[in-house]
């Protein structure tokens, strides 16, 4: 069985190839539904307008990049960039199907993406930022990417603060969670392994108050991390 080691851009590409055809189920399963208002969430601090530029980095099967390009119409537009040719298949499928958005798709490392600097007018990034070899490095290609005083959300599973009570309790709780739901009904569908990656990555993944300290030194202004759904995810409100 294919084990996926987290920071590992090969081993993470791989493993998101393997999921694409379920994910979207899945994650409407695991989550009841509720990853729809948590992505809500960051598009409410992004607060799309027409006319703006903008990214989703991560983009997976599109989620985010379909809900903002329904509000920069017209004449702005917005590029999903995701590193795995599978999920981003799947998005293109599904703006096909709304062919009137103003989406495009680019397949590349969202920490060497080669788009020019001080380009965009806001990102989001779902679910991503956790996946990536280098976090800091994630933070800071972000904010190179955005013009000055444009928005940022990253949202992620949170990674609570083993410092505090509060944190441990969380921490176990969501532990319990991915070990006794997420995992057992991710098996069910043969992926038990990539599931069980959600623990492992949280392990590497840095507390709020760290993605703060690092988003403050990759130069954002404002810094923001917001704990979600009783502290099992977490949302980073930048402002560049
Ligand atoms: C958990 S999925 C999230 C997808 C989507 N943002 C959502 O919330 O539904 C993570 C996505 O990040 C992509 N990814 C992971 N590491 C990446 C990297 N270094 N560069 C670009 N995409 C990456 C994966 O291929 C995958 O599609």
Redesign the pocket.
Known sequence: MATFRPGD?AA??DL?EQI?PR?DQL?DLLSLGL?RLW?RQALLWIGPRPGQQLL??????G??ALLLAERVRPAGSVLG????AA?LALARQRAERRSWLPLRWLQ????ATGLPAASADGAV????LR???DPAAGLAELHRLLRPGARAAV?DFNRPDPASAAGRRSAALQRQLLRRVVVPVASRAGLREHYAYLEQSLERFPTGSVQESLARGAGFSQARHRPLAGGLMGLLQLVA
Request: include cysteine; proline fraction near 6%; glycine fraction near 6%.
């Open positions: 851009p993470v590409t998101f694409a994910y994650n990853h992505k989703d980095l991560c983009c997976g099967t989620d985010l960039v995701d590193a795995a999920p590349a490392d969202v920490l990034m779902a679910y991503g996946n990536l070899a949202l």
